[in-house]
């Protein structure tokens, strides 16, 4: 089975602090996403990334950045924590885009609350 | 830009009785790709089921069936025999088809939270 790891499950980080979601994933897969879950909103991408080094903003880029330095791990970065990024995020991973229905594979998601 | 509609935010059934959750989308494309997940307490997203708009005959998965209207851009689950674990988050997503490289996110609907009363 997949399994998609992310570093913490609950995080409390002040206004203003750098904050680093780290994800890990032990399949191989090229593909890795960043979503942001919010009450009425469902699920919004912030960021992927299809290889190594490589990555591309979702719709909701603004305030955050990726770093992907190996294909196991996807990190999410907010450079200046602010309080309407208090949120639920998660991470998922798939395989190469030509498997075009394989379904993504989520992690247990981290609830950040900036104060 | 694709949009997914799921119109209910919240839904209950009697346990063992069968229900069925709207889901629908918005798009100028022909091939696509449908699925449901489920997010349980646990916040695990979980894959229910899937469908590809080329193909006519409905997915089925045990207990779960979609209702795939591609005219209607319409996109139901039915789960028949409800089980207290069907208790979830359910989210219906669109992914367009993999011909289009760098198309590759997930869109996903706001979510319908399903209860299962004993």
């Known amino acids: 089975d997949v399994k998609v790891t992310q570093s913490s499950r609950y995080l409390v980080k002040r206004t203003g602090e750098k904050v680093f979601l780290e994800c890990v994933q032990d399949m191989d897969h090229e593909n890795m996403f960043w979503y942001r879950q919010d009450p009425g909103l469902g699920l919004r991408l912030i960021y992927f990334s299809y290889d190594v080094k490589m990555k591309e903003k979702g719709d909701i880029p603004e305030g955050y950045s990726v770093s992907r330095e190996k294909k196991e791990r996807f990190s999410l970065i907010l450079e200046s924590a602010s309080t309407n990024q208090t949120s639920m995020y998660l991470c998922?991973?798939?395989?190469?885009w030509g498997q075009g229905r394989s379904p993504l594979h989520f992690g247990n998601g981290t609830r950040l609350t900036v104060t | 830009a694709q949009t997914v509609t799921q119109s209910q935010p919240e839904m209950s059934v009697q346990e063992a009785e069968t229900v069925t959750l709207s889901c629908t989308y918005d798009t100028s494309e022909s091939d696509y790709y449908l699925f449901w997940y489920k997010q349980p307490p646990s916040r695990q997203m979980i894959l229910v089921i899937r469908?590809?708009?080329?193909?006519?005959q409905n997915a089925t998965e045990n207990r779960f069936s979609v209702n795939f209207q591609k005219a209607a851009k319409s996109f139901s689950l039915k789960i028949s025999d409800s089980q207290l674990g069907d208790a979830a988050m359910y989210f219906c997503?669109?992914?367009?088809?993999?011909?289009?490289?760098?198309?590759?996110?997930?869109?996903f609907g706001t979510g319908t939270r399903l209860t299962i009363i004993p």
């Open positions: 469908q590809e708009a080329y193909k006519q």
């Open positions: 997503a669109y992914r367009s088809s993999p011909i289009n490289f760098g198309n590759e996110k997930l869109t």
């Open positions: 998922a991973s798939r395989p190469p």
